[in-house]
C-alpha cells in the first residue's frame, strides 16, 4: 500500500522535472524532426539551435527559452517550421537564404534580441506571440505582405526592404534609438507610426504614404528620398539634435508642413521634388546648425522666423525667383550686403535650367548642407532615383554591421 502511494507522487516530480529541465549544449544542430524531438523535454535549452541545411519540417514544441541564437541558414528543403512552447530567443534569431519557407508560426514568442530574415522568398504565412521585445529587426526580401506579428513599442535598428508584397506598415513603436530604414518594399506603401515620439536616423524611400504624426523630436538626420506621397507633415517635429533633413527626388510631393520646427542640427537639403511649387514649410525654423541647399521648380522661397544659419544659404530654381531673392539677401552676411544671420556665404539664382540635377549636398555657395547626399541621377523626379534594391541590401549590410 505504502508503494501504491508512492509511486504517483513520484511520476508528478519526475513530471515536473522533465518540465523545467535545463539542457546545456553549446549548439544544438537539429537535421531531422527526430533531433528537434530530443529537445521536446527541456523547458530551457542553454546555447544555440541551428536547423540543418537539408531539415525538412521542423516542430520545435518543448522548449520556452533559447539562451543563445536560433538560426535557419541555406535551406532549401523547409517549408514549414513552427514552436508552440518558445517565448524567448536571448540572441539572434535569423533565418538567412531559407526559399522554400513559407509558413513561420512561433505562437508563443514574445521576445528576441535580434531579428534578421533574408531572402524568404516563399514566405507568406508568419505567427508570433506577437513580438514584443527586440533591439534589432532586419527583414530584407521577403515575400511578406503585412507585419502583423510584430508589436514592438522601442526598438535599436528597424530595416525594412525590398519586400515586394509589403504595402502596409502600422506599429505602435514610440521610440527607435539608431536606425529606421525603409525602402524598395512593396508599390504603394502606405507606413504609420502613430506613436513614434522620438527617433535616432531615418531613411524612408519608395513610400506612398508616410505618417508621425506624434514625432517630437530627431536625434539624428531624416532623409527621404524617391518617395510617392503628394503631401509630408510632421506636426509636432520641433527639432533634430545633431542631423539634417534631406528630400529628395519625390517626384509627386506637392506641400511639406513643419508647423512646430524650430531647429535644425544639421542641414536641410530640399532637391528635385518637381511638384513643389513653394518651399513654405519651415515658418517656425529659426536655427540651422549646417547649410542650407535648395534645388527645384518653386517660384516662392520664405523662411519668416530664420535667425541663424552656421552655413552656408544656396537657393536655385528653374523658376524666376528674384522677389524672394531680394527677401532672402536680408539674410546673408553683411560681406554681402545682408545682417549676417547667415554666417556662410549666400548664393540665389533665377532660371537655371539645370537646378534640378544638382541634388548632393555641397552647396555652390560653399559649405555642405549636412551629412545627407542625395542621388545625382536625373530622373530623380521619377521617383527612381536609385537602384533601390541594390541599395536595401547595402544597407542590411551596414545595420547588421552597426549591431
Do not use: H, Y
Not at 261 to 276: D, E, R, S
Not at 278 to 284: S, T, V
Amino acid at each position: 500500500m505504502f508503494v501504491k502511494q508512492l509511486l504517483p507522487a513520484f511520476v508528478a516530480i519526475g513530471s515536473v522535472a522533465a518540465q523545467t529541465s535545463t539542457c546545456t549544449v553549446s549548439t544544438t544542430t537539429v537535421n531531422s524532426q527526430a533531433d528537434a524531438t530530443k529537445l521536446a523535454d527541456c523547458d530551457t535549452v542553454k546555447g544555440s539551435v541551428v536547423v540543418g541545411t537539408t531539415a525538412g519540417d521542423i516542430n520545435l514544441d518543448g522548449p520556452k527559452e533559447i539562451t543563445g541564437d536560433f538560426k535557419v541558414l541555406n535551406n532549401g528543403a523547409i517549408s514549414q517550421i513552427s514552436s508552440s512552447s518558445l517565448e524567448k530567443v536571448g540572441g539572434a534569431f535569423t533565418m538567412t537564404n531559407v526559399t522554400k519557407l513559407n509558413t513561420i508560426n512561433f505562437s508563443s514568442l514574445t521576445s528576441v534580441q535580434s531579428l534578421s530574415w533574408q531572402s524568404l522568398t516563399g514566405i507568406n504565412s508568419v505567427t508570433l506571440g506577437p513580438l514584443r521585445e527586440a533591439d534589432s529587426v532586419i527583414i530584407s526580401d521577403t515575400f511578406l505582405n503585412n507585419l502583423d506579428a510584430f508589436n514592438l513599442s522601442t526598438v535599436k535598428v528597424l530595416n525594412l526592404n525590398n519586400n515586394r508584397r509589403l504595402v502596409k506598415i502600422s506599429n505602435s513603436l514610440k521610440s527607435l534609438s539608431d536606425f529606421l530604414n525603409i525602402q524598395a518594399n512593396g508599390l504603394n506603401l502606405e507606413v504609420e507610426f502613430p506613436d513614434l515620439i522620438w527617433i535616432a536616423n531615418m531613411t524612408v524611400a519608395n513610400v506612398t504614404k508616410f505618417s508621425i504624426p506624434s514625432l517630437k523630436v530627431v536625434n539624428g538626420s531624416a532623409r527621404f528620398d524617391s518617395n510617392f506621397f503628394t503631401s509630408f507633415s510632421a506636426p509636432n517635429l520641433t527639432k533634430t539634435e545633431s542631423g539634417d533633413i534631406s528630400f529628395v527626388g519625390n517626384a509627386k510631393l506637392q506641400n511639406m508642413t513643419f508647423p512646430k520646427l524650430t531647429a535644425i542640427g544639421g542641414g536641410l537639403l530640399v532637391a528635385n521634388n518637381t511638384g513643389l511649387d513653394k518651399i513654405d514649410a519651415f515658418n517656425k525654423l529659426e536655427t540651422v546648425g549646417g547649410a542650407v541647399k535648395l534645388r527645384g521648380n518653386f517660384t516662392d522661397v520664405s523662411f519668416p522666423e530664420l535667425d541663424v544659419v552656421k552655413g552656408a544659404f544656396d537657393v536655385s530654381s528653374t523658376a524666376d525667383i528674384d522677389e524672394a531673392c531680394d527677401k532672402l539677401k536680408e539674410l546673408a552676411p553683411r560681406s554681402q550686403g545682408g545682417s549676417g544671420n547667415i554666417q556662410g556665404t549666400w548664393a540665389c539664382t533665377s532660371n537655371n535650367s539645370k537646378a534640378n540635377e544638382d541634388t548632393d549636398s555641397s552647396t555652390s555657395a560653399g559649405g555642405s548642407s549636412g551629412g545627407s547626399n542625395g542621388s545625382n541621377d536625373e530622373n530623380g523626379a521619377a521617383g527612381i532615383a536609385f537602384n533601390a534594391a541594390l541599395l536595401g541590401l547595402v544597407g542590411v549590410a551596414a545595420f547588421a554591421s552597426a549591431l
